[in-house]
């Protein structure tokens, strides 16, 4: 398996999409951010709204879009 193939896994997409949100939580940073613009968290933010822990996540850290709280627990988008 390549790492392209690894990476298209639903589980480290939302690992990896974890950890840059958790990472913007703490360093406010990373290296993909420029102009105070980060396209790495905006699809991080994005993921993680497709999976119920993540949805979790994002509303203990206050970052729930307020778009998708209308969405019932395990509905499909």
Same mark, same amino acid.
Do not use: I
């Given at each position: 398996?390549? *790492?392209?193939?690894?990476?298209?896994? #639903?589980?480290?997409?939302?690992?990896?999409?974890?950890?840059?949100?958790?990472? @913007?939580?703490?360093?406010?940073? $990373?290296?993909? $951010?420029?102009? %105070?613009? $980060?396209?790495? @968290? =905006?699809?991080?933010?994005?993921?993680?709204? @497709? @999976? =119920?822990?993540?949805?979790?996540?994002?509303?203990? +850290? *206050? +970052?729930? #879009?307020?778009? %998708?709280?209308? +969405? #019932?627990? *395990?509905? +499909?988008?």
């Amino acid at each position: 398996m390549t *790492g392209t193939d690894e990476s298209a896994r #639903p589980v480290d997409r939302f690992e990896s999409a974890r950890l840059t949100v958790l990472q @913007h939580v703490d360093a406010r940073t $990373c290296f993909h $951010c420029s102009d %105070n613009e $980060c396209k790495q @968290h =905006a699809w991080a933010v994005e993921e993680l709204t @497709h @999976h =119920a822990e993540g949805r979790r996540l994002l509303s203990r +850290l *206050g +970052l729930f #879009p307020t778009a %998708n709280y209308s +969405l #019932p627990e *395990g509905q +499909l988008r």
